[in-house]
Nanobody, 119 residues
Framework: QVQVVESGGGLVQPGGSLRLSCAASGIIFSSYTMDWYRQAPGKQRELVASITTVSVTTYADSVKGRFTISRDNAKNTVFLQMNSLKQEDTAVYYC?????????????WGQGTQVTVSS
């Protein structure tokens, strides 16, 4: 059974930092691209950051220079370090594991963790 579980969300003041974690089980973690998405109230879910199986990273323009995605394959975990947080970063943050293996596509989502940036 595949499980993807996020943690580390919470309430933080503007300018503060949070580190999100996402632990995956039931998959060969190192063979999956890992993504962080977020969804704010009334808005569509958007891709925040992505890290491939060879640790190539990409970021949304809105978080470049502030957020860092990383992975630890030994711990089956992906992280999102969020610095200089802004009120507009408030959202539910979701982790996704994805794999396209010779045309067989697999996608697994976590349940999300709330991040609230407020003074």
């Amino acid at each position: 059974q595949v499980q993807v579980v996020e943690s580390g969300g919470g309430l933080v003041q503007p300018g503060g930092s949070l580190r999100l974690s996402c632990a995956a089980s039931g998959i060969i973690f190192s063979s999956y691209t890992m993504d962080w998405y977020r969804q704010a109230p009334g808005k569509q879910r958007e891709l925040v950051a992505s890290i491939t199986t060879v640790s190539v990273t990409t970021y949304a323009d809105s978080v470049k220079g502030r957020f860092t995605i990383s992975r630890d394959n030994a711990k089956n975990t992906v992280f999102l370090q969020m610095n200089s947080l802004k009120q507009e970063d408030t959202a539910v943050y979701y982790c996704k594991a994805s794999q396209d293996w010779y045309g067989t596509v697999r996608r697994y989502w976590g349940q999300g963790t709330q991040v609230t940036v407020s003074s």
